[in-house]
């Protein structure tokens, strides 16, 4: 066996009986009593069975056992001779299960059950409990199953469990947390621990399906989530769709579990990097509040021809709600059905206290897009009403979601965006132009601005607002030299959006608009007196962090490497800035948006870290013991890796607070005070 591939072994997951769960058991049956025969016994879903080692019976007889053959299962065998069986959870009430050898069961079609190498939807079994008895049928056909002429065949039938020894081992990833962290909420009911203000966990059903590779979690377990694909090697556009987006080499090794050759890194950004053990290693280092963006771009959907699904910016809202809850369950039913799991969706703060009282991780939603209920502008024109916005947030509090992003990578019904720099700048404004029929439209500014352009020239920009009699920008995407400013404010739209927003007391994310835009945001929840306004991944000018800070709002900044590196402004730099120009007490919590999974490089090596290096194992900043990453055969090293993937967000925590020197510890104090001044802020919104 790798020492560096965490196994489930049989003595790490221990056979569960029921307790509490029968009672739930017990009391729906006596709700629905009257309707089942006199002594019957309701049947309910097997929640609790993730990491069982068992042997199966298929009778009341001694020799009714499960065996496995040359060519599939029988059912004559003894208790000695039986074959241990795993059950490992795809989903509440569903399992994969894995015989001694390795053969993963499956349904054939000619309805026997057989083994097979790997996982696929004919392996997924659907179990349910009557009594002391199980009943085990395929998933997709919904055909049972039964012992027939000595075979293990499709039928109706049952089995009974025996707790075993000998069950093949279950590729996982362990998480490498261990120790005694502090408590989730201090004595004084405060939260303690810190939020990840900005990720994209369900990205994986973003942009069409198809334009990433990898997913959070998988049915089939961590070798199917994090296999690799070839299409996204220089045999497939996602090969040079990376090679665009961040400059990765198109020529890369795509396989992915369990040697993970070239990905995932900080930049390979097409590639899956939260796997949800590496979520689960976050929260066990003190992440209290995860704020997970549906995230959803119409023109990169359709440019990319890969895709699954539509490029309907709402649609892919609605694929990634319904995603997030599949992964709640999914994390429930490895940990002993529903609600046990650490990962909790929370739709309010109330439940966001909740959760952190038992310890677990509170996962908020949110959306950011360029197209939000359909809001276009099209050449000026709106191509929404109010009753779109309406029925839009109606719709999007229904999934639970708490904040939005008014704005995003495009012009839109509601305001102008703040642009893209360099080279990707030119890149989103052609998006901008295939979104919107215009490029954007800038002119020179002073003071806070929206970024300098690549294409640039005084004379050029003058010349065309002399000829056209329109701003600069508007026949062509050359700008004047120097700051300039997006023409474009809020628009009445805009401004309604904002008045509903605040009447339902969701948070308004101000990153990515414009200058012109955001400050008219700002003077209106400032005239009104609302609080919930929010800054995460370094997207606004500081002044404007200023305001909001200043109103009470919530700042957060990218969680980029604690020093400039890689052309990207440093952690520590930014943190410093806004402290500076923050009012004195304004701020109580400082947090972080890691933009995981955003098409948004992660963290890069410290350039120092040869000097001042993050020490294995570490103290994590909630008191936890850590030690290296290990994800298969690879063996992760922030000092030297980067945040290539989720996991290293603890070590990237403890290695700021580090870097940070003499600041460190009122650093650390700002960070696991940031999840409760987020859900402060939050209160305060509602109650406004």
């Known amino acids: 066996m790798n020492p560096q591939i965490h196994i489930r072994t049989t003595h790490q997951r221990r056979w569960r009986v029921i307790g509490g769960f029968l009672a739930v058991a017990t009391a729906v049956a006596l709700v629905i009593a009257p309707q089942l025969p006199a002594g019957a016994v309701a049947a309910e879903p097997a929640n609790d069975l993730d990491g069982t080692c068992a042997i199966l019976r298929t009778g009341s007889g001694a020799s009714t056992h499960v065996t496995r053959g040359s060519v599939g299962y029988g059912t004559r065998g003894s208790a000695a001779s039986a074959v241990p069986i795993r059950f490992e959870a795809t989903d509440l009430g569903r399992y994969r299960l894995i015989d001694a050898r390795g053969g993963q069961l499956y349904m054939s079609v000619l309805g026997t059950v057989m083994p097979g190498s790997s996982y696929g939807t004919r392996a997924d079994w659907t179990i349910t409990k009557t009594g002391a008895n199980y009943s085990i049928s395929s998933t997709l056909t919904g055909q049972g199953t039964r012992s027939l002429l000595g075979g293990w065949v499709a039928g109706s039938g049952s089995v009974t469990l025996t707790p075993a020894t000998g069950c093949a081992n279950a590729a996982d990833v362990a998480t490498g947390v261990s120790g005694t962290p502090e408590p989730a909420v201090n004595a004084d009911g405060t939260l303690n621990g810190f939020i990840d203000a900005h990720a994209h966990i369900t990205a994986a059903k973003a942009f069409g399906g198809g334009l990433r590779c990898g997913t959070p979690f998988a049915e089939g377990g961590v070798e199917v989530a994090l296999a690799g694909c070839l299409s996204h090697s220089a045999l497939g556009l996602g090969g040079y769709g990376g090679a665009l987006i961040a400059g990765t080499d198109p020529f890369m090794n795509p396989k992915g579990w369990p040697t993970f050759e070239d990905w995932p890194t900080p930049t390979t950004l097409l590639h899956e990097q939260a796997y949800f053990r590496g979520i689960q290693r976050a929260w066990e280092s003190g992440e209290r509040v995860h704020n997970a963006l549906l995230v959803a771009n119409r023109v990169i959907c359709e440019i990319y021809p890969d895709r699954v699904t539509s490029c309907n910016e709402m649609d892919q809202l609605r694929l990634q709600a319904q995603y997030l809850r599949d992964m709640q369950d999914y994390v429930d039913a490895q940990s002993g059905g529903p609600g046990m799991g650490w990962f909790r969706i929370a739709a309010t703060p109330e439940d966001v206290r909740a959760i952190a009282a038992q310890g677990k991780l509170a996962v908020i939603v949110g959306a950011e897009n360029s197209e939000l209920f359909g809001c276009r502008e099209i050449n000026d024109v709106a191509q929404c009403t109010t009753a779109d916005i309406d029925a839009g947030l109606d719709e ?79 026949v062509a995407p050359v700008y004047p030299q120097g700051g300039v400013c997006n023409i474009r404010g809020l628009t009445e ?41 929010a800054t995460t991944h370094s997207w606004s000018d500081t002044s404007i962090i200023a305001r909001i800070a200043d109103a009470g709002g919530f700042v957060a900044s990218y969680a980029n490497s604690a020093e400039p590196q890689a052309g990207r402004g440093g952690f520590l730099n930014d943190w410093r800035d806004n402290s500076a120009a923050m009012s004195p007490g304004s701020v109580t919590g400082y947090g972080f948006g ?59 925590t403890a290695d700021v607070v580090l870097a940070a020197g003499a600041d460190g510890p009122a650093l650390k104090e700002l960070l696991m005070n940031s999840a409760e001044a987020y859900t402060r802020m939050w209160e305060a919104a509602r109650v406004w």
Request: net charge negative; hydrophobic share 40%.
């Open 396 to 474: 999007l509090q229904s999934f639970g979601v708490s904040g939005l992003y008014p704005v995003h990578k495009f012009d839109n019904a509601f305001g102008g965006t703040r642009f893209d720099s360099g080279a990707q700048g030119a890149a989103v404004n052609i998006g901008n132009r295939i979104s919107t029929g215009h490029f954007w439209q800038a002119e020179s500014c002073e003071g806070a601005t929206d970024n300098e352009q690549p294409l640039r020239s005084d004379e050029i920009a003058a010349l065309l607002k002399t000829v056209t009699g329109l701003p600069h920008g508007t």
């Open 493 to 533: 739209l805009g401004g309604y959006l904002i008045d509903q927003m605040m009447d339902r007391g969701m948070v308004i994310n101000i990153d990515h608009m414009g200058i012109k835009t955001a400050d008219a945001v700002l003077d209106q929840t400032e005239a009104a007196g609302y609080s919930g306004v």
């Open 594 to 652: 890691t933009d995981v999974n955003g098409l948004g490089n992660q963290a890069a090596a410290r350039s120092n870290s040869a000097e001042l290096p993050l020490v294995y194992p570490f103290t994590a900043l909630n008191g936890a013991t850590v030690d290296r990453e290990m994800v298969g055969q690879r063996t992760y090293d922030l000092n030297t890796d980067g945040m290539a993937n989720y996991g290293l967000l603890a070590d990237w």
